[in-house]
């Protein structure tokens, strides 16, 4: 059974940094693409930043460019997004999400606050 499992979140200052991790289980990592999407107070869900199985390609929401990472590890089943230069609208949950065609699965979301 698949499991994506998200780590590392919590509260820091506006232009702080944390790294985000998901380890994922049960299935052929390596052949998923993986996102990271996030939802803030009164929005929808949004597409924050995903990469391609292999890893060599990614692409990021507007919003987050040249301040957030999205990088994998095919050999640890982990992908992590790290932030930096966080802004109080960086403030949600994110969710770690595995894609590949009709197969889509999603970790249970963790919170990120950033607040002084």
């Known amino acids: 059974q698949a499991q994506l499992v998200e780590s590392g979140g919590g509260l820091v200052q506006p232009g702080g940094s944390l790294r985000l991790s998901c380890v994922a289980s049960?299935?052929?990592?390596?052949?998923?693409?993986m996102n990271w999407h996030r939802q803030g107070p009164g929005k929808e869900r949004e597409l924050v930043a995903g990469?391609?199985?292999?890893?060599?390609?990614?692409n990021y929401a507007d919003s987050v460019k040249d301040r957030f990472t999205i990088s994998r590890d095919n050999a640890e089943n982990t992908v992590y997004l790290q932030m930096n230069s966080l802004k109080p609208e960086d403030t949600g949950v994110y969710y770690c999400?595995?894609?590949?065609?009709?197969?889509?699965?999603w970790g249970q979301g963790i919170q990120v606050t950033i607040s002084s």
């Open positions: 999400n595995a894609h590949r065609g009709f197969w889509n699965y």
């Open positions: 049960g299935i052929t990592f390596s052949a998923y693409a």
């Open positions: 990469i391609s199985s292999s890893g060599g390609s990614t």
